[in-house]
C-alpha cells in the first residue's frame, strides 16, 4: 500500500502497515502468527510457536550486553473489528484502508488495530534493528486478547528467561501502567417462543454512538446502543401493542456497542411512527456524549414470526433491567473505576421460524475479586428469575500493584530524562495480559506502556504519529539503559 511511506520511525510504521494488510481479528490470527514465524526465520532468529498461535521470538544481546538480564516485551496481535454501518468491508478476509490525517492515521470506516498492532510493529522493530544497544530480547506476541486474553493464558512461558517484562499495550503517551482489573464474560442464554401476529413490520435502527472500551471508556458516559434499544422497545409495546421479530447488536463483550437494531409488527403503525418521533427527540436531548446519535424507522417484510407477548416483554425487561455500567469507583484513586458492567452484544442463537434462544453477553470487570463474583452472580439470579441460564467465560486476572519496581523506575528516569517531565503511574480498569505472566514467572517486574491510540475499538480509532516517534524513542533509551 505504502500509505505510511516515509512516516518515523520507519521501521515502526512499515510494519505497521504490513500487519495493516493482513486481517487479524480475534480468532483469526493464522496469517499474521505464521507471517511473524517467517519474519523470525528470514532474520536467523530462534522462533516458538504454540498451538494457540502464540509467537515468541527470541534476539540474543548485542555486543556489550551480555551479561545483561534479559527483557521480555509482549502484545497481542489479534484487533477487534468493527465498522461503520455503511462499510462493506470483509474484515476477515480484507486488509484495512490507511489514511494519514496530519498527525494521525486512521483506517477508513472501520478500527485501526492499533490496539495492538502498534505493539506489534515497534517489537519488529527492535527484532530487525542490528544498530540498537539492547540485552536479550523475548518478544512475546499473544493471540485473542480481545475476547479472553486466552493466549496468555494457555502460553508456556519456560523459554522465556526475562524477569523484566514490558508490555506494549497501553494507550496514553506519558502513563506508565502498573496494575490493571480482573474480569470475566458472561453469557446469558434467553428462551423464547415465536407465535402469528397480525400487523406492518418495521425495522428500527440506533446508530452514530461514540461506543469505545468497555473498560477504559466506560467512566466518558456514552450510552449503550443496546440499552437504548431496549429502552424504546419497552415503550413500542406498551404503547403501539408492538411484537419483538429480531434485536440485536454489539460486536464484542469488551465494546460498547454504536449500533442496534429491531424488527417488530405493530397492527398500530401510527402510534409507533409517533412514539419513535417522540424519542428520538428525547434520546437526542439526553445524549449529549453521544452527538451523532440517530434513529432511522422505516417499514419492511419479514417471514420470521414475532415472539409471543410474554417472551418479547421477558427479552425487553431482561434488556433493560440488567444492571449496565460503573457499579463502583476505587476508594483514593480519582477517576478510577473498581467494578464495572458492560452488555457488549445481543443476537439470536436459534433458527428462524422455530422456539430459540437469546443471547446476551456481557463484561464484567473489577479490581476486588469477591466484587467481580458478586455481580456475576446477581446477572445469574436475575437470568434465573426470567427463566434463563448463564454460563461465565474467559475468567481472567488482576495485576496488583507492586510496591518495589526497579524497572518502574528505570523508566521512569529515562522518561524524566528525555522531556523533563515526570511520567503518570496509573492502575487501569480494564485487562492486561501482565496478570497472567506475573502469575507464571515468579518475581516478574512488569510495566505497561504504549504511545497514544486513541478511540479504540471504533472506527474512530487512530495513532498519533508523534507519540509513537516519541515513545519509541523512550523504549529504545530504555533497553540501552539496561546493561545490567
Known amino acids: 500500500m505504502n500509505v505510511l511511506k516515509g512516516l518515523q520511525p520507519e521501521g515502526i510504521f512499515g510494519f505497521f502497515e504490513d500487519i495493516c494488510g493482513i486481517p487479524h481479528g480475534s480468532g483469526n490470527t493464522t496469517q499474521l502468527s505464521n507471517w511473524l514465524v517467517s519474519f523470525a526465520k528470514e532474520r536467523g532468529l530462534e522462533v516458538i510457536q504454540d498451538d494457540l498461535e502464540n509467537v515468541i521470538i527470541i534476539k540474543e544481546a548485542s555486543p556489550g550486553y551480555e551479561n545483561a538480564a534479559p527483557v521480555i516485551l509482549q502484545g497481542h496481535m489479534d484487533m477487534v473489528c468493527n465498522q461503520t454501518d455503511d462499510c462493506t468491508k470483509d474484515m476477515a478476509k480484507e486488509g484495512l484502508d490507511l ?29 530487525d534493528d542490528d544498530s540498537l544497544q539492547h540485552p536479550r530480547v523475548e518478544a512475546v506476541f499473544t493471540t485473542d486478547e480481545e475476547t479472553g486474553l486466552y493466549g496468555a493464558e494457555g502460553i508456556d512461558v519456560s523459554p522465556l528467561k526475562g524477569r523484566r517484562f514490558i508490555n506494549l499495550d497501553s494507550e496514553d503517551e506519558g502513563i506508565l501502567t502498573v496494575g490493571c482489573a480482573g474480569g470475566v464474560e458472561a453469557i446469558a442464554d434467553l428462551p423464547v417462543t415465536r407465535e402469528a401476529f397480525s400487523g406492518q413490520a418495521f425495522e428500527i435502527r440506533l446508530s452514530g454512538f461514540l461506543g469505545g472500551h468497555s473498560g477504559t471508556d466506560i467512566i466518558k458516559g456514552q450510552e449503550n446502543a443496546l440499552k437504548s434499544l431496549g429502552r424504546l422497545l419497552f415503550e413500542l409495546q406498551e404503547g403501539a401493542d408492538a411484537r419483538i421479530v429480531t434485536m440485536e447488536g454489539g460486536v464484542a463483550d469488551n465494546v460498547i456497542p454504536v449500533s442496534s437494531r429491531a ?96 443471547e446476551y ?4 470487570r473489577s479490581a ?9 452472580r446477581r446477572l445469574e439470579c436475575m437470568t434465573a428469575v426470567m427463566g434463563g441460564t448463564m454460563r461465565r467465560e474467559g475468567p481472567y486476572p488482576g495485576w496488583e500493584y507492586a510496591a518495589v519496581s526497579p524497572l518502574r523506575d528505570l523508566i521512569c528516569q529515562t522518561y524524566k530524562d528525555q522531556t523533563g517531565k515526570d511520567m503518570v503511574i496509573e492502575a487501569i480498569h480494564a485487562g492486561l495480559e501482565c496478570g497472567y505472566f506475573a502469575g507464571k514467572i515468579p518475581g516478574l517486574d512488569c510495566v505497561s506502556i504504549g504511545p497514544d ?11 498519533s504519529i508523534s507519540s509513537v516517534k ?12 539496561m546493561k545490567q
Not at 102 to 123: N, R, S, W
Open 263 to 358: 424488527v417488530i409488527v405493530s397492527p398500530r403503525g401510527d402510534e409507533v411512527r409517533s412514539l419513535c418521533e417522540k424519542y428520538r427527540a428525547v434520546f437526542a436531548h439526553e445524549y449529549k456524549a453521544d452527538p451523532d446519535f440517530r434513529m432511522d424507522l422505516e417499514e419492511t417484510e419479514t417471514d420470521l414470526l414475532p415472539l409471543d407477548e410474554a417472551s418479547g416483554k421477558r427479552a425487553v425487561a431482561y434488556l433493560i433491567g440488567t444492571p449496565n455500567g460503573i457499579e463502583k469507583m476505587t476508594f483514593g484513586i480519582e477517576g478510577l473505576p473498581q467494578t464495572s458492567l458492560s452488555m457488549g452484544v445481543l443476537r439470536s442463537n436459534g433458527e428462524p421460524m422455530k422456539d430459540e434462544t437469546l
Open 99 to 127: 489514511v494519514v490525517d496530519g498527525d494521525t492515521i486512521y483506517a477508513e470506516g472501520t478500527t485501526l488495530g492499533g490496539d495492538d498492532g502498534i505493539a506489534v510493529a515497534f517489537m519488529l522493530a527492535i527484532l
Open 470 to 481: 516519541r515513545t519509541w524513542d523512550l523504549v529504545r533509551e530504555v533497553l540501552a539503559r
Open 361 to 364: 453477553t456481557f463484561c464484567i
Open 453 to 463: 491510540v486513541q478511540d479504540v475499538h471504533t472506527p474512530n480509532e487512530y495513532v
Open 368 to 376: 476486588v475479586d469477591s466484587e467481580c463474583e458478586m455481580l456475576a
